[in-house]
């Protein structure tokens, strides 16, 4: 007979069902636990006399989290959860588990982060972590189904890079060969060369790695970087249009594919934004920290607290999305295209927190060499991309965004730490 999982389960029927007990628990001659897969469990359920003896006696054998195989008929319970129970004919100890367990998983008692991590193939065992799971690869779904709509083209451009997009000190190292080489903080250079090739609208799913110091709930060393480029735009306003509608189609299909997982999560107000978004300029959001009693000079980069006075402010005149423009030149990257003091460019926040971080590109090869200069770069160390721009290139455009943060603030979660299955941060490399 082949394994059913819980949630297929139909009564009056016979099945095979497979997977991890939960605490046994004997009331003498009435003996039960909960057997949870993937999709949720079902309860076993033994009365002495009426199931085989072997199988009754094999209850007690079986610690909290063993693998079990279990056969027999669904019947309806007044008493059991989900309504509904299976009357075991065979069980098979298929894999005891230690005891006791190395962590709490339960929904009442939890262990925390580092022991969490540490074991982690049990803590994944919670329906509410499976739950995070499943709406990021939902979100990750209507993203390709979104992007595939527009017309865009998935690529995969290289990790190892000889040069960082971002520079700084959260680059990490890498011995190349006989050459010095570095994880990507971003596709950023290769997606904007596609710019230049032809393949108007790109966009990319991958690993991107930033050597931060920081330890906060919203910082890791490893993250899933969703980046989108394309050409022949007439202003930042188009990219813009593209964000908004993106992040609509992925709340909307989280909100209406994930209701199970959403209800275990105890989210019960995703709402799904509504477009145009808020623009606020940089200057904007100085003028209300000022408001707000916050001192801050212009020219300054926002970190988390301002970020989060800013958010709080919006959120409370109806705007949880909104985005940021127009930055001081000096804060942005030499490829995003300067207009005087300031840039043509913008972040996204939702829930006082950046999302995404983007702009038009300077696309002119002249003003791109010049600006690199001024910020401290050679232009000779970049000649893979720079040459690029020599032999026509379309104005462009473009974001990356961090899906887990997006996670993190869609399931209202304390760390985005959460949304990731084997975390990389300053003090975890393994598992």
């Known amino acids: 007979m082949e394994r059913t999982y819980a949630d297929q389960l139909k009564t009056g029927k016979t099945y095979m069902v497979k997977g991890w007990v939960d605490k ?130 998935e690529v995969h451009t290289p990790v190892i890079q000889a040069a960082g997009a971002e520079g700084g000190a959260t680059l990490f190292d890498v011995k190349y060969y006989k050459e010095k080489a570095f994880l990507r903080q971003s596709p950023q250079l290769y997606k904007q060369i596609l710019m230049a090739s032809g393949l108007d609208k790109v966009y990319e799913i991958g690993p991107a790695f930033r050597a931060e110091k920081f330890h906060t709930s919203r910082h890791v060393s490893e993250f899933l970087s969703l980046d989108f480029e394309i050409a022949w735009i007439d202003s930042m306003e188009d990219v813009l249009r593209i964000i908004e509608n993106m992040c609509v189609h992925i709340v909307k299909g989280v909100a209406s594919t994930c209701e199970k997982e959403l209800d275990i999560l105890g989210v019960k107000d995703l709402k799904v934004p509504k477009t145009p978004f808020e623009r606020i300029t940089y200057s904007d959001g100085v003028d209300i920290l000022e408001k707000m009693g916050t001192k801050f000079k212009w020219g300054e980069d926002m970190m988390d607290a301002e970020e989060k006075i800013i958010g709080e402010y919006m959120t409370k005149k109806g705007h949880e999305w909104y985005f940021v423009t127009r930055f001081p030149a000096k804060l942005k990257p030499f490829y995003v295209m300067m207009d005087g003091k300031e840039s043509h460019s913008y972040d996204l926040i939702f829930k006082g927190m950046e999302m ?3 702009g038009q590109r300077e696309h002119r090869p002249d003003v791109l060499i010049k600006v690199m200069k001024e910020k401290g770069l050679n232009p000779d160390n970049f000649k893979f991309y720079v040459d690029a721009f020599r032999y026509g290139m379309p104005e462009h455009g473009g974001m990356g965004f961090g899906v887990e943060r997006l996670v993190q603030k869609l399931l209202n979660l304390e760390n985005v730490k959460e949304t990731i299955l084997f975390p990389r941060t300053p003090e975890r490399l393994v598992p």
């Open 24 to 153: 046994v628990k004997n009331l003498g001659g009435l003996k039960f636990f909960k057997l949870k897969d993937r999709t949720g469990f079902i309860q076993i359920t033994g009365k002495k006399g009426d199931i085989p003896d072997d199988v009754f006696s094999l209850f007690d054998k079986l610690n909290k989290e063993a693998c079990v195989a279990v056969t027999g008929k669904v019947k309806e319970s007044k008493v059991a959860p989900g309504g509904k129970e299976l009357i075991p004919e065979k069980m098979e100890l298929l894999n005891q588990a230690e005891s006791p367990l190395p962590l709490e998983n339960t929904d009442k008692i939890q262990s925390g982060f580092d022991t969490r991590f540490d074991f982690r193939f049990i803590d994944l065992r919670q329906p509410k972590v499976q739950a995070i799971v499943k709406v990021k690869d939902a979100v990750l779904t209507k993203t390709r189904e979104f992007f595939e709509g527009e017309g865009f083209i």
């Open 356 to 358: 995404a971080s983007g």
